[in-house]
């Protein structure tokens, strides 16, 4: 048997051997974890609010500013193929630095902070970006024997995927490890919605990426 007909031999088991998909072009594509839903809460904003943009350490009409530490927030929406997803809408909403909502609901004796947004919203560029200015939240009691850590509320809505609800986490808190919510969730899950923060330009900024699921 020539060399040309044993190597042709060769390829040709070679073929059969591997499957279609890993040499297609989807095997080689990059995939994100669907971020993980997480419970709305009972919070949700029921009233309007005129002021509703990305800064929420500032009210319109008002010259103080919010109390805590100010902090920034950016990410992309993008879906399961890590592709960025333009105009999605992206609502956030939180407590303030004293762990109090502004909802008639919560049952929090804190103070409420005036000078706070506690709710805003922003459109993601063509890049599917966003950015939120915003402050650290403080944590509050849930129950007599389960305290919140700081976290921020989060929901993306666009034609065409999946409404998210979910929640983002600051990374390393101590409070963590015993959240109810928190710890119902897988390592994997959990590592999606805990954000580390880093300093820039002196304040603390985190990078939340939310990755929605197409209908």
């Not at 997803?85 to 103070?111: F, M, R, S």
């Not at 999946?162 to 963590?176: D, F, R």
């Not at 954000?195 to 330009?201: A, G, H, K, M, P």
Request: with cysteine; aromatic share 10%; hydrophobic share 35%.
């Amino acid at each position: 048997m020539s060399k040309d007909l044993s190597r042709r031999n060769l390829l040709k088991k070679l073929a059969v051997a591997i499957p279609v998909g890993i040499v297609g072009k989807s095997a080689l594509a990059k995939t994100c974890g669907i971020t993980p839903e997480q419970t709305e809460g009972p919070f949700y904003p029921i009233a309007d609010q005129l002021d509703k943009n990305t800064d929420l350490t500032k009210v319109t009409g008002r010259s103080a500013q919010a109390l805590g530490e100010v902090c920034f927030i950016a990410g992309v929406v993008q879906d399961e193929f890590c592709q960025p997803i333009p105009g999605a809408l992206v609502e956030i909403w939180q407590a303030c630095v004293t762990g109090k909502y502004n909802h008639p609901a919560d049952p929090n004796p804190a103070k409420i902070d005036p000078n706070f947004q506690y709710w805003g919203r922003t459109v993601t560029d063509k890049n599917g970006e966003y950015l939120f200015k915003t402050i650290v939240p403080g944590a509050y009691p849930a129950t007599s024997t389960w305290v919140r850590p700081p976290h921020i509320h989060f929901k993306v809505h666009l034609r065409g995927y999946e409404e998210l609800t979910t929640q983002m986490y600051w990374k390393g808190n101590p409070l963590n490890k015993n959240d109810r919510i928190l710890q119902s969730m897988s390592m994997r899950e959990r590592e999606l919605v805990e954000v580390d923060f880093s300093d820039r330009r002196g304040s603390p900024y985190g990078q939340f990426n939310l990755t929605l699921k197409a209908l």
